[in-house]
């Protein structure tokens, strides 16, 4: 029963997180007014909107103009659904803040995932309002995402904080003098210190090491499979995205399978 509510609620903020994934980068309120068709511009009926479903009911078809419907919308929230119900699983509901802490969390990375995916950006209107709440989280309520029954502390969120987001600095400035052009945006930079505010330090070097890893495994296979060439750029926030996810989820596991 946890889990049909847990997957249900992810099916609706899931359809949220496609009107933010479309709507914050164009700089457009996410609340006012209902989503339209992007083809004829029709309202979309509530009973069109219904997460998955509506999109299989439809064949993935607007129903006035018949135009095709991009399967990112039910892909969204088929995954924010069924990374709710992975996250239930992990953490389970005592206690709930905790439960619910990361359930955001767990959107506000897909959101950052396709926004900078799209557009190569990771908007202030994410980070900006993310940085003090996922430190004060971090610093209070929290668990060390590495040993679960320990809080992390204001010590562990502190220097998260200050070195997720120092550290990716450095990496920005050190890329402009060495390779003369912009290797990480400052998106990148206010996203980790989000990331270590909320994980902690060992939080940010799991993310950066499992990020970059992923980051290199996919730039290799693309330069690869399409040619593309060294050097050309890819966003880096997706990688930082599922490094975050990753250290969240099995970050203590990772770290016992590394210490012994
Ligand atoms: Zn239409």
Known sequence: ????????????IGSFLNVCIFRIPEGVS?????????SCGT????YDNIPVISYLLLMGKC?????????????????????????????GI????????????????????????????????????????????GATILPDPFFRLVPMGHEAALIGLIGGGGFFYLVAVA???????????????KMMAM??????????????????????????????LKGREWGSKIAFGPFLALGALISMLWGEEILRWYLY
């Open 1 to 12: 029963m946890l889990y049909f509510i847990v997957i249900v609620f992810g099916l609706l």
């Open 30 to 38: 996410i609340v006012t007014p209902s989503s339209k068709c992007p």
């Open 43 to 46: 309202p979309i009926k509530f």
């Open 63 to 91: 129903r006035q103009c018949r135009a095709k419907v991009s399967a990112r919308y039910p892909f969204v929230e088929f995954l924010n659904a069924a990374l709710y119900a992975v996250v239930l699983n992990r953490f």
């Open 94 to 137: 005592d206690p709930p803040w905790v439960l619910f802490t990361y359930l955001v969390f767990t959107s506000v990375l897909i959101v950052i995932f396709f926004i900078d995916l799209d557009h190569q950006i990771i908007p202030n209107g994410i980070t900006y309002p993310g940085i003090p709440i996922a430190v004060a989280l």
């Open 175 to 189: 890329g402009k003098v060495i390779f003369k052009k912009d290797a990480m945006g400052g998106g990148d930079i």
């Open 195 to 224: 990331v270590g505010g909320l994980l902690g330090w060992k939080g940010v070097i799991l993310t950066t090491f499992a990020g970059s890893l992923l980051g290199s495994i996919v730039g290799v296979t693309l330069i690869r």
